[in-house]
């Protein structure tokens, strides 16, 4: 199904399969890791790539995945795609990520303020909290609340070729489009990132950037 | 570590040269092919001109040994060079009576460990006899090239060996639970590598870090590791980050496996509560963890709060499927973390080396709590 057949978000919401379709179309360089849940399901509709690294749980833990593969690779951009919920439940991350300020990395919360796997419960930010004005307020160098689809280029910019760390919320309508699923096997999607990323020989466990000498 | 007791022949390594230890009370000597054939024959008498030792008439083995012997006796029949490297006959010095025996199962192996083992007559126990013998072949195993340590696998029920072990200077390093002959718990030691020294750790530590390529350390700080923090921070091809979680670590291991780096994590034992639900994500995904936990909540501890998650940490890893190996002496802190390393990424496994609270000390409140 198309986005095109739905009806128009409401007002200051944009479509969130549209979103993550504006960020990853022609994705070239950027490393993804997906958050569980909707924005998981969302990068899968955009097409499934060994370089996305979609978690099925862990919740919390997808920002400072995207600052562990940031530190790994820094010669590569990397795009987490998260939810509010998933946010909320790593706020410290935040915290953790400004103070290490990784150029190469950014944060895209797709905010429908609502916990859309468990029954569209209302999370914080369907009470005004705001994060984008956490991550200000952690020193992101860069961080935002997009309401407008308008600025969704300008955010696929900055997250190609701006400075980071970049943080933006975009709000997004409290929809469930059609359930599209990553593969959920964690070793697979593990291995093929890696061999994607490091080539043939890094695959193995014991490849990598740094081999140990031999004891 | 104390050295080595003076051996008659240095130069071990020809049958019949004879080759023996002396400790105070105790003389070892080392079992040649016609000794032991006297002794599978139960010839006491040829047994005591072999070896100048008396046994009674016949002469028994001490517990466990005894279906052993025949192995032994066809392995110097066939590497007599080996002498040494095999069965020690240990017995008095004041009366040249039999104690016991200690025994090296063979040369050591290819990472330079060598497995010790002993056993006293049940007459002979209770005096000191088997630590002041074994560790008289210990350090005889440790002055030989090529061994960097020395092994002791002991039944978990036997806690006089558990004791003898221990007053070894070795350390657990893990448990076999063997349904057949019930659980047995692996300890080790070393000099080679962890040459005594109580406040050095850290470094070696650090240092086992950069061999094994760590690029990243991620740590919700403890006074524990005050140390390895500076170091890591003080190092240009380690970036340290600092968690406001230990559960975020999780995460930044996960993703700097995913980028071909890796990462290492240090915590004290409470933050291994805050980590179960991240664990299954990396338990999932096969992505290694080293976790190197500062224990709270044990001898001593002043704060009553530390306790529960103290007690329950390494039962919390174990039910979550990390490794968990406990250093209990300040010497064995880097050859655990070593061992660790390995597994972790040779294997793609989680592992975690807790630092008991008697290697890092106990954190007294003089200036108020934190």
């Given amino acids: ?215 | 570590m104390p050295e080595a007791p003076k051996a008659d022949a240095p130069e071990a390594g020809f049958a019949g040269a004879g080759l023996s230890l002396e400790t105070p009370r105790l003389r070892l000597t080392a079992l040649t092919r016609d000794a032991l054939q006297a002794w599978v024959d139960g010839d006491a008498g040829r047994l005591r001109q072999e070896t100048g030792v008396f046994f009674g008439t016949p002469p028994t083995c001490p517990p466990l040994f005894e279906d052993d012997l025949p192995r032994f006796r066809d392995r110097m029949a066939e590497t007599p060079q080996e002498l040494g490297w095999w069965v020690w006959l240990v017995s008095r010095r004041e009366d040249a009576r039999a104690v016991g025996v200690c025994g090296l199962g063979g040369r050591p192996d290819g990472q330079g460990t060598a497995v010790l083992g002993y056993s006293v007559y049940s007459e002979m126990e209770g005096r000191g006899y088997a630590t002041e013998a074994s560790r008289a072949v210990m350090d005889w195993a440790l002055s030989q090239p090529g061994v960097t340590r020395v092994r002791a696998t002991v039944p978990a029920w036997n806690q006089a060996s558990v004791a003898v072990a221990r007053k070894l200077g070795m350390v657990e390093i893990g448990r076999d639970p063997n349904p057949e002959v019930g659980e047995t718990l692996i300890f080790e030691t070393s000099v080679r590598s962890a040459p005594a020294d109580p406040n050095g750790w850290p470094d070696r530590v650090h240092a086992a870090l950069l061999a094994f390529g760590v690029s990243l350390v991620g740590y919700v700080p403890d006074a524990g590791h005050a140390r390895l923090i500076e170091l890591c921070h003080a190092d240009p091809g380690v970036r340290a980050v600092a968690l406001t979680s230990e559960k975020e670590g999780i995460g930044l291991a996960a993703g700097a496996w995913l980028g071909g780096a890796r990462a290492a994590l240090l915590m004290q034992s409470s933050g291994v509560g805050n980590l179960m639900n991240a664990l299954g994500m990396a338990r999932e995904c096969r992505v290694p963890l080293v976790l190197l936990v500062t224990m709270r909540g044990e001898e001593g501890e002043t704060n009553p709060w530390q306790v529960p998650v103290g007690r329950s940490a390494g039962a919390l890893l174990t039910e979550m499927g990390v490794g968990v190996v406990r250093a209990e002496a300040a010497d064995a802190v880097s050859l655990l973390v070593e061992g660790a390393l390995a597994r972790a990424f040779e294997g793609e496994s989680m592992q975690a080396v807790l630092i008991a609270q008697s290697v890092i000390g106990v954190k007294r409140f003089q200036e108020g709590p934190r």
């Fill in chain 1, 1 to 215: 199904m198309s986005a095109a057949a739905w009806r128009p978000a409401p007002s200051g919401t944009l479509h969130r399969r549209e979103v993550v379709a504006a960020l990853l179309a022609d994705r070239g360089d950027p490393l993804v890791v997906a958050g569980l849940g909707a924005p998981a399901w969302d990068c899968a509709a955009a097409g499934d790539h060994p370089l996305t690294f979609s978690l099925w749980g862990g919740m919390g833990l997808a920002a400072m995945t995207g600052l562990g593969l940031a530190c790994a690779r820094p010669d590569r951009r990397v795009l987490v795609v998260t939810g509010d919920g998933e946010m909320l439940m790593g706020l410290g991350s935040l915290a953790t990520i400004a103070v290490q300020a990784p150029p190469n990395l950014s944060i895209v919360a797709l905010d429908n303020e609502r916990y859309g796997e468990t029954g569209m419960q209302p999370t914080h930010t369907a009470h005004g909290v705001d994060l984008a004005g956490v991550a200000r307020a952690c020193g992101f160098a860069s961080a935002a609340t997009i309401t407008d689809a308008s600025r969704l280029e300008a955010l696929r910019e900055a997250v190609h070729r701006g400075v980071g760390p970049l943080f933006a919320v975009v709000k997004v309508a409290a929809e469930k489009p059609p359930l599209v699923v990553p593969p959920r096997d964690g070793v697979l999607l593990k291995e093929r990132f890696r061999r994607a990323l490091l080539g043939g020989a890094s695959g193995s466990a014991s490849g990598g950037a740094a081999a140990p000498p031999v004891l």
